[in-house]
């Protein structure tokens, strides 16, 4: 098992930015993939960014390109999402999650993956 603690979550106005973190302990050989979800009130938990561990591969959701970047550091075993202009929509609360092997690209489902972190909340508003 994977333990994951988030981090860096805050209150920021519209076009402000972020930097989330997830660290990573246990299992970590065990995540062949993390992913970053976002989830707002009453909402479902929708995917914002992947990252595969042993290939580098990255994917982001359409609305988030150019604007956020996801990235890992091995050797500290966190993983990191920078979000730069941030929108209003973009509020609430991020799940940083580790899965294993997934044979398609993209995003996986959320039911794909097997440890979850507690979630940092994120507020953009003026």
């Known amino acids: 098992q994977v333990q994951l603690v988030e981090s860096g979550g805050g209150s920021v106005p519209p076009g402000g930015s972020l930097r989330l973190s997830c660290v990573a302990s246990?299992?970590?050989?065990?995540?062949?993939?993390m992913a970053w979800f976002r989830q707002a009130p009453g909402g479902a938990r929708e995917g914002v960014a992947a990252?595969?561990?042993?290939?580098?591969?990255?994917k982001y959701t359409d609305s988030v390109k150019g604007r956020f970047t996801i990235s890992h550091d091995k050797s500290k075993n966190t993983l990191y999402l920078q979000m730069n202009n941030l929108k209003p929509e973009a509020s609430g609360l991020y799940y940083c999650?580790?899965?294993?092997?997934?044979?398609?690209?993209?995003?996986?489902?959320?039911?794909?993956?097997?440890?979850w972190g507690q979630g940092t909340q994120v507020t953009v508003s003026s």
């Open positions: 990252f595969y561990v042993t290939s580098g591969y990255i």
């Open positions: 999650a580790s899965g294993s092997v997934w044979v398609s690209d993209g995003i996986p489902p959320p039911s794909h993956f097997t440890s």
């Open positions: 246990g299992y970590t050989y065990a995540s062949y993939v």
